[in-house]
């Protein structure tokens, strides 16, 4: 079974400053791993995701995340935040090999930059 | 160019009641996909089309939960003797293939409020 945890509820930061949102998993085979933002009353948004390859992978509005096999985490993180980075943030994984193709879902975690 | 489409936005309806969720995927994406997402919850899948087929309903919650693609393009979910509990977000997503490598991309949801 595929799971994934967002061991985060919030996370607040200051504008400027770095952000980390912390994603770990659990696959029986390898994952392929997906970042989604959701702002709101509107639809989760595609930020980036992890395939193979490279263990860091960029994606949308400056987001970056680091696939870390042993520790099976993939956290996303964005160097200096921007107040409209403010949304809800959701950690996704498929397993593979796998004829499943639905997407494991995390709890989300709220992230608040001020001003 | 158009993204995933929901319809209603919002549906409120009475408890017993019978409603259906439609769902206009990306012109050419082969794949789609309905998740549910409750307050405060990542969205949890519910069924997975390829083409007109449904290749996995295992998230679908009882039998009063059906969903169709007769056309292979816009679905429908369909909710017989709506019950308070299955009031929720109720999300469309379609990828280009059932290849697990390809994003899904989100629709803004239908919010259905049974009374």
């Known amino acids: 079974a595929q799971s994934v945890a967002q061991p985060e509820d919030q996370v607040n930061v200051a504008e400027g400053n770095p952000l980390t949102v912390k994603c770990t998993y659990s696959?029986?085979?390898?994952?392929?791993l997906f970042w989604y933002v959701q702002y709101p009353n509107r639809g989760l948004q595609f930020l980036l995701k992890?395939?193979?390859?490279?263990?860091l992978v960029k994606g949308s509005y400056g987001f970056e995340a680091e696939f870390n096999k042993s520790q099976t985490s993939f956290h996303l993180k964005k160097p200096s935040a921007l107040v409209s980075d403010s949304a809800l943030y959701f950690c996704?994984?498929?397993?593979?090999?796998?004829?499943?193709?639905?997407?494991?879902f995390g709890a989300g975690t709220t992230v608040t930059v001020r001003a | 160019g158009a993204g995933v489409s929901q319809t209603p936005s919002n549906k409120v309806t009475e408890k017993g009641k019978y409603v259906e969720l439609r769902c206009d995927p990306i012109?050419?994406?082969?794949?789609l996909y309905w998740y549910r997402q409750s307050l405060g919850q990542g969205p949890e899948f519910l069924i997975y089309?390829?083409?007109?087929?449904?290749?996995?309903d295992s998230g679908l919650p009882n039998d009063r939960f059906f969903a169709v693609r007769p056309e292979g393009s816009v679905s429908t979910l369909k909710i017989q003797r709506t019950e308070r509990g299955d009031s929720a977000v109720y999300l469309c997503?379609?990828?280009?293939?059932?290849?697990?490598?390809?994003?899904?991309?989100f629709g803004p949801g239908t919010r259905l409020t049974v009374t």
């Open positions: 997503a379609s990828s280009l293939n059932s290849g697990g490598t390809y994003e899904q991309y």
């Open positions: 696959v029986s085979g390898n994952p392929y």
């Open positions: 992890y395939i193979t390859g490279d263990n």
């Open positions: 996704a994984v498929r397993d593979t090999p796998s004829n499943d193709y639905k997407l494991s």
């Open positions: 012109s050419g994406h082969t794949a």
């Open positions: 089309f390829q083409g007109t087929g449904a290749a996995d």
